[in-house]
């Protein structure tokens, strides 16, 4: 790699991690005015059914991948840090959640086969770092804060970007990550309640579905809710019990019984009898899950774009 002044070696995320692509990450996952109406049944579909959005993005998303996927966990600069404005620029917002969407979403769109492994044993990691840094923020400066006063015009755009901003906490195995997710759509949900003074439903059930270790297996299968009866409240209500139905399983296990074949990792007595239960819900196929476990022991990686040809 060449070297720039004083043979300072040149950055090679700078061409690729840019406000540009930040901001048609955003803009193609959230294609709204903030004061728009959104119809949250084509919102559901969208994420859960259908992707429009990969197509969109993966020519300008898939370089930028591919270089992160070289510097290695270990050597990865503060990506918020580097290639983020100031969290006091008006920008911030956009831009944060522009980072989120590459690191947490597009990997899970884009990465097949062995590559799935990059998804969750790098790229989480990294969407995690990110997350933790702007949840800390002051309260003013988070690029996810509810506006002061309040603006009911703008509810739709804020829940359909709290999800994304959201949905990395709920994808870790970490229990502290786990208990910041509790608390995030918590706070989602208090908001969406005083603001349209509706009344979350699931708060009757809310004990049941703490523990209900077969409830997010259940629910994904289930499908969003769909139809014209879809409001922006009963589809963020929705959502944050999914987000919630995430912890039981690692309150029992510590991890995610059905990722462990992406991890190369080797499934207790319980968790077999749990993928069992759950149909092998999410699980990887056994060629794949073979060739992680082959390529864990041996202590490599396979560059990113090859394994997804496995």
Known sequence: MGGGPDNIPADPLKSLLTPELFSLLVNARLPYQKQESINFSDFGRDIFLQDPFGPLVKGKVWPALIALSKIGLDRMPDLSACYLPAPTDPTFPEQCLGLQLLLDLCPRLLCRGVDQRWTFAYFDVLSQRVAEGWYFLPPSQRPDQWPQPDDAGQLDYWIGARFWFGVSF???????????ALEFTEETRSIVERVSRQRDPYRKTRNEILQDLYGFPREYRRGPPLGDKVTRESWAFWAGMLMDIHKPIVDRFGRYP??????????TADEEKWIDETDHFGEAGKDVARKIKEDVRLGRWRPLGEGSLC
């Open 170 to 180: 709920a994808h870790s195995e970490h229990l502290r990550h786990q208990e910041m």
């Open 258 to 267: 059905y990722l462990n074949a992406v991890f190369g990792r080797a499934s």
